[in-house]
């Protein structure tokens, strides 16, 4: 197991390196100059080329990609081109809050997901079902985007409700960041809950008519004992994986639901970063973020042999 | 607070607005955002960003109750007095007034910013300048000058508040404010180095002095009407030489250190994010009573990026000022019927930009052709919504601009409505194009973005042109990168959006002489360059105007650019907030004399 665990992290590194050299790439072929930006009407060549230097935008691709690689290797991560802010403390302040919509979306997206799905696989065909169905591939097809911001307008006009607008740490005022986070975990979890009702339906469909399980009814065990202990379990493996894709698609989606909700979380870092061509903080945040995914992939592996103890790893 | 008058001769200003765009809203990257902005950002919640105590692309005259004349002879208008006359009642102390900015912040530093969203959210509230522009009635005002003069048209003399100190805290101390700090703060301003953005304004001053602790002479190198404009600019914040030196720059908000109505909390604030300020017990402006201001305890704001929560969050109160798109405004009356309900004209203009150094557009038959072709009233109801056709000058400046009477006699410009008018005019516009060798027409790619809402001008005035053979499909480009395209010359023709300050110089000089900063249409009219060069040192305001009235029709017929209209805007704010006006700059001072009604 140890070594399986220590060979995956190795394994993680060429997979990384890959990612810098895709990030690095990607953020300098964007078009648009951050120098024309912070110019503004006193542009000229000359100015450009100058700024490009004192930034450290000058020289060669390779020369500028081996010297932010040799930083990062050495846990620098930079500083922000705009305010010279470190960004690893830029991130610090930041990364809190989107763990905690992540962790608050993958949690509502498991309790909406894995109920419906079991309720519809119990009952399948049924009007139950049609309906649960009928909501999860809404919940497929509707961006997040778009639910949030009907949310925040209808809620407003129809109801007077708006969520706070002004952040606070858990630690300062739960009432407050509760309130906060609550809707857009809600909303992030509606894609990742139908993904997983849809997957937990179709694996429970499955493992239900398998001749164990159907020696299990004949036994006379309880259909609750069957399906929590018996089908649920092996019904699980395809819905980790799903729940480690979720994880994925969820950090993307903090980049959306904290800018439409005014999270200051490292989505809305992102997003106001490439806007502002801030390299150095884009960079970080896309090579942060692959990892979290590696790392969280390598934990839904080890995951398997919990739920299904005949697989070993090798 | 009373300020004694100079006998400057040279107050016909008004304040310039030297950003790239004005304001910059965070427009992300998302369909949904740009949808939204579509009909949203540019008018009303967000226009452009200076953030919504600064309304900047939007707005015009304060409070609408006066023009937006310039000042006559001796102006510097007392900004408390003047808004504690507007509003009844006396002020009272206390309260916190909240707002939601939705600008984004590159950093702190004012002398290398190119948008004023840190001014606005900042600096504004907690520093000073030397004079600044009355943001709602578009005066240039004292801040820390108590009274400039003008001994020759080249030299301004201004003497200093006595009692000017900066926030009791190091490294200053509360020490006084004094004419070595004014002079320091202008010297970095024209700093030689790329990201001293504003250098080239005071490429004209010869002398910078400290006469005595109060007295700030500066001796130009020819006389210039507009330069009190350059100095009342809202990034001219007035920075202390130890804050510089300790933190090597003033980016972070650590070297945010000033002598305004307020203070920041440093340990909260955050540019992405917010933060709080608390009222200077030792400000040391008065009202016109005499007493204390700022009358607010504090002053939170939220950065919030997105319009939907920026709406949600006025709709429900939990801001006490900002702006609301025109159609929402139905909604927003229903749900909030106390609230007052300001429009504003805007300073900002749309317009198609033409590279005159180009083919077709090296031909003015050509670009004219595409000026008259135009219903700019259909663009404006289809586009923006509200809004007001322009010429040069944004109508904001009403007593500048080229009254509407007169340029609805140009083609392109009619009346609403008036279909034998327009038809005339594209009948006028193909026999143009005719007399350039375009009988048929031609076809190019029109570079636009969402951001902004650019592309509303794009969309809605190719088809128009397509009546008369030019058949345009629009390229769109992020926001920056059309913004370089501009700059670059490395464009065609482009539908875009500019701001300018409230101050007619820049609305010309800036976008149509050969030397502007932003004359991205490369015109170089010599009748032009003579009429813009001549209001530029015309102390006498009527015949100024005159001279900036020949500029716009001189302009009008060399159409670079196709100005088409100024978008214009919602102000609201909830029913408690005395002394706000709507402001037509991005500027956020007017907040020291701002107070509560209510318990």
Excluded at chain 2, 402 to 427: M, N, T, V
């Amino acid at each position: 197991m140890a070594k399986y665990v220590a060979r995956r992290l190795v394994l993680t590194v060429p997979s990384l390196a890959i990612v810098t050299v895709i990030v690095f790439s990607l953020v300098r072929i964007v078009p648009g100059s951050l120098a024309v930006a912070l110019l503004g009407d006193d542009y000229s060549k000359e100015a450009e080329a100058k700024l490009n230097a004192e930034l450290g935008l000058d020289g060669a691709l390779p020369v500028q990609y081996v010297r932010w690689l040799r930083d990062l290797s050495q846990g620098d991560l930079g500083a922000s081109l705009l305010d010279r802010r470190p960004v690893g403390e830029l991130l610090a302040k930041r990364a809190p809050v989107t763990i905690q919509l992540s962790l608050m979306t993958l949690a509502f997206a498991m309790v909406i997901g894995l109920p419906i799905g079991l309720v519809s696989a119990l009952k399948p065909n049924s009007p139950a079902d049609f309906v649960l169905r009928s909501a999860a591939i809404f919940g497929l097809a509707a961006p997040s985007f778009w639910l949030a911001t009907l949310f925040l307008v209808y809620a407003a006009n129809w109801f007077g409700y708006s969520p706070p607008i002004f952040y606070a740490a858990p630690w300062s005022d739960l009432g407050t960041n509760l309130q906060m986070m609550l809707w857009p975990a809600l909303i992030s979890s509606v894609v990742g809950g139908a993904v997983i009702m849809r997957m937990t339906r179709a694996m429970m469909l499955e493992v239900i008519r398998e001749d164990y399980i159907r020696t299990a009814y004949a036994k006379g065990l309880t259909q609750s004992y069957i399906v929590i202990r018996h089908a649920l379990r092996n019904a699980l493996i395809p819905v980790v994986t799903v729940f480690g894709l979720s994880v994925a698609n969820i950090l993307s989606g903090s980049v959306i639901s904290e800018t439409v909700f005014g999270l200051p979380g490292m989505g809305r870092l992102l997003v106001t970063s490439v806007l502002a061509r801030d390299m150095p903080v884009v960079q970080a945040i896309t090579i942060i973020s692959a990892a979290v995914v590696m790392l969280v992939n390598i934990g839904i592996d080890l995951t398997y042999a919990y739920l299904d103890p005949r697989l070993r790893y090798s | 607070m009373v300020i004694a008058l100079g006998t400057s001769r040279s107050n016909d200003v008004g304040t310039s607005g030297n950003s790239m765009e004005g304001i910059q809203v965070t427009v992300g990257s998302s369909w949904s955002r740009r949808r939204l902005a579509r009909r949203t950002v540019l008018r009303g919640v967000s226009t452009a960003g200076a953030g919504l105590l600064g309304a900047a692309l939007i707005g015009c005259r304060g409070g609408g109750d006066e023009p937006a004349a310039p000042s006559t002879g001796a102006t510097a208008a007392p900004a408390s007095k003047a808004q504690a006359a507007a509003a009844p009642g006396k002020p009272k102390s206390g309260g916190i007034l909240r707002y939601a900015s939705s600008s984004a912040i590159a950093h702190f530093d004012p002398h290398q910013s190119v948008t004023p969203a840190s001014q606005t959210n900042l600096w504004h509230l907690i520093g000073n300048q030397l004079v600044r522009m009355n943001s709602t009635k578009l005066l240039v005002e004292g801040d820390l000058a108590m009274s400039w003069e003008n001994p020759d048209p080249q030299t301004f003399v201004f003497k200093m508040q006595p009692n000017a100190r900066w926030h009791n805290e190091a490294p200053m101390n509360g020490r006084p404010i004094t004419a070595q700090d004014v002079i320091y703060s202008l010297k970095r301003t024209a700093t030689n180095e790329p990201l001293f953005v504003r250098k080239s304004q005071y490429g004209n001053v010869k002398t910078f002095e400290a006469v005595d602790d109060r007295t700030v002479k500066l001796v130009l190198s020819e006389p210039s009407v507009p330069f009190l404009a350059t100095l009342g600019d809202v990034y001219e914040t007035v920075v202390a030489k130890e804050v510089v030196e300790k933190h090597g720059d003033l980016k972070q908000v650590q070297a945010a250190h000033g002598g305004g109505p307020f203070m920041v909390d440093k340990s909260t604030f955050d540019k992405d994010v917010g933060g709080k300020f608390r009222r200077n017990p030792d400000y040391f402006k008065k009202d016109a009573a005499g007493g204390k201001i700022p009358y607010l305890d504090g002053i939170e704001y939220q950065f919030i990026g997105d319009a939907s929560a920026l709406y949600a969050a006025l709709t429900t109160g939990k801001v006490d000022i900002g702006s609301v798109p025109p159609e929402n405004e139905a909604d927003f009356r229903r749900g909030n019927p106390n609230w007052q309900i300001n429009e504003i004209k805007g300073l900002s203009r749309d317009g198609i930009l033409l590279n005159t150094s180009k083919a077709p557009f090296t031909d003015v038959r050509v670009r004219l052709a595409i000026s008259h072709a135009l219903d700019r009233n259909l663009i404006l109801k289809l586009g923006r919504g509200r809004g007001t056709l322009t010429p040069a000058v944004s109508p904001a400046m009403e007593y500048w601009s080229l009254p509407s009477a007169e340029l609805q006699k140009y083609p392109g410009f009619r009346k609403e409505g008036d279909k034998a008018a327009i038809e005339k005019d594209r009948a006028e516009a193909k026999k143009l194009l005719e007399a350039a060798g375009h009988k048929d027409g031609f076809e190019m790619p029109m570079e636009t973005t969402t951001a902004y809402s650019y592309n509303l001008l794009a969309e809605t005035a190719i088809p128009q042109l397509q009546a008369i053979g030019l058949k345009f499909k629009i390229t769109l480009l992020e926001w920056g990168v059309l913004k370089e395209h501009e700059a670059t010359g490395n464009f065609t023709i482009a539908a875009s959006n500019w701001y300018s300050g409230p101050e007619p110089d820049l609305h010309l000089y800036l976008y149509h002489h050969k030397a502007g900063g932003r004359n991205y249409s490369k015109l170089d009219d010599p009748e032009l360059n003579s009429l813009i060069e001549k209001q530029r040192v015309e102390f006498g305001r009527e015949a100024r105007r005159e001279l900036i009235y020949k500029a716009q029709r001189r302009q009008l017929d060399l159409a670079a650019p196709v100005w088409i209209i100024s978008p214009g805007g919602l102000s609201v704010q909830a029913p408690h907030v005395r002394d706000y006006g709507a402001r037509p700059v991005a500027a956020a001072w007017d907040n020291e004399t701002v107070w509560f009604d209510k318990a």
